[in-house]
C-alpha cells in the first residue's frame, strides 16, 4: 500500500480538491440540499487536524477554526487562512455525509464521511475502487476510469453514502 503523505491540514483541502485524491466520490452539482443540513458541530469551535499515519497511530497537524454559516453550512478556515465550505448531512448513527462546496481549485462538489462523537469528528475518504460495483451501478453512480465515483445521477445519494464502504480513517478532529 502506498502511503500519500500531505503538507499539514492539507487533508480536509484534499478532501475538497478531488481530482488530486484518488478514488473519490464528487458531483457537478449539489447532491445535498443546504436547508437539510445537519449541525454536529453545533456553532463551531477550534480543533485540531490529526493524521493517521499508521495503525491507530495519528500526528498532530494543524488547528482549524470551523464556523457555522447562515446558509447552515461550515467554513473549515486553517492557520493560513485558506477556507474550505462543507455542508454536513446526517446519515444515521454517529455518520455524516460532507459535501464540500466548490471553490476556484476545484469546480465540482467532493464528497467524505464523518463519524462524529462528543469531541472528536474521525475524517474517512471512501475510495472508488474499493466499493462493491454492483451497489454503486443500483444506485446510479457513474465511473470515470476505476477510480473516480460520479454521483450526479444518483437519486437518493443518502442511502449510497450509507453504504459506502468506509476504510481506514484518513484523519481525526478534536475540539481543543
Known amino acids: 500500500m502506498v502511503k500519500n503523505r500531505r503538507t499539514p491540514g492539507a487533508l480536509l483541502v484534499l478532501a ?12 457537478e452539482q449539489s447532491k445535498f440540499p443546504l436547508a437539510n443540513a445537519a449541525a454536529p458541530f453545533g456553532e ?7 493524521e ?6 495519528f500526528e498532530r497537524q494543524e488547528v482549524f ?3 457555522r454559516r447562515p446558509d447552515r453550512a461550515y467554513d473549515f478556515v486553517n492557520e493560513k487562512g485558506e477556507t474550505l465550505t462543507m455542508s454536513l448531512h446526517a446519515l444515521g448513527g454517529d455518520r455524516f455525509v460532507g459535501q464540500a462546496s466548490p471553490s476556484k481549485n476545484q469546480p ?8 462524529i462523537a462528543g469531541n472528536e469528528a474521525v475524517l474517512y475518504l471512501p475510495q472508488c475502487d474499493k466499493q462493491d460495483k454492483s451497489v454503486l451501478k443500483a444506485a446510479g ?3 470515470n476510469g476505476e477510480y473516480e465515483c460520479i454521483v450526479d445521477r444518483v437519486t437518493d445519494p443518502a442511502e449510497l453514502f ?11 478532529l478534536i475540539r481543543e
Not at 162 to 172: C, R, Y
Open 16 to 27: 475538497a480538491i478531488c481530482v488530486l485524491l484518488a478514488g473519490c466520490f464528487q458531483s
Open 44 to 50: 463551531g469551535g477550534r480543533y485540531v487536524v490529526y
Open 52 to 57: 493517521r499515519v499508521a495503525g491507530d497511530r
Open 65 to 67: 477554526d470551523i464556523t
Open 108 to 115: 465540482g462538489y467532493g464528497y467524505v464521511v464523518f463519524r
Open 141 to 143: 453512480v457513474e465511473m
Open 162 to 172: 450509507k453504504q459506502v464502504v468506509l476504510g481506514e480513517p484518513a484523519s481525526k
